[in-house]
């Protein structure tokens, strides 16, 4: 059973970067792609970005893509998520999520859930 905690929210101007991150615990974190994920007030939640057990691999949404980066440390049981250039509607709450085997950006394919932290961006 993995744990998976976040943090690293919080209010910023539009324009501006967050960093959050994920602590890993309870598993082989480097087993696991590692994706992040998130929920606007009243949608769906939504895929943002995966990476590879290695670290090598990454995939972005095209609504994030240039602006966010995905990176892990291994030795730290932790995955990151850089937030730059950040717009009004990338307000949600952020959660990062972890899988066994292979690539998805499908919600239903991760495994193991944060509690997620909010990102609020004013205009």
């Known amino acids: 059973q993995v744990q998976l905690v976040e943090s690293g929210g919080g209010l910023v101007q539009a324009g501006g970067s967050l960093r959050l991150s994920c602590a890993a615990s309870?598993?082989?974190?480097?087993?696991?792609?590692m994706g992040w994920f998130r929920q606007a007030p009243g949608k769906e939640r939504e895929f943002v970005a995966y990476?590879?057990?290695?670290?090598?691999?990454?995939t972005y949404a095209d609504s994030v893509k240039g602006r966010f980066t995905i990176s892990r440390g291994n030795a730290k049981n932790t995955v990151y998520l850089q937030m730059n250039s950040l717009k009004p509607e990338d307000t949600a709450v952020y959660y990062c999520?972890?899988?066994?085997?292979?690539?998805?950006?499908?919600?239903?394919?991760?495994?193991?859930w944060g509690q997620g932290t909010q990102v609020t961006v004013s205009s």
């Open positions: 999520a972890a899988k066994r085997t292979g690539f998805d950006v499908s919600v239903l394919k991760y495994d193991y």
């Open positions: 309870g598993g082989t974190f480097s087993s696991y792609v």
């Open positions: 990476i590879s057990t290695s670290g090598v691999i990454t």
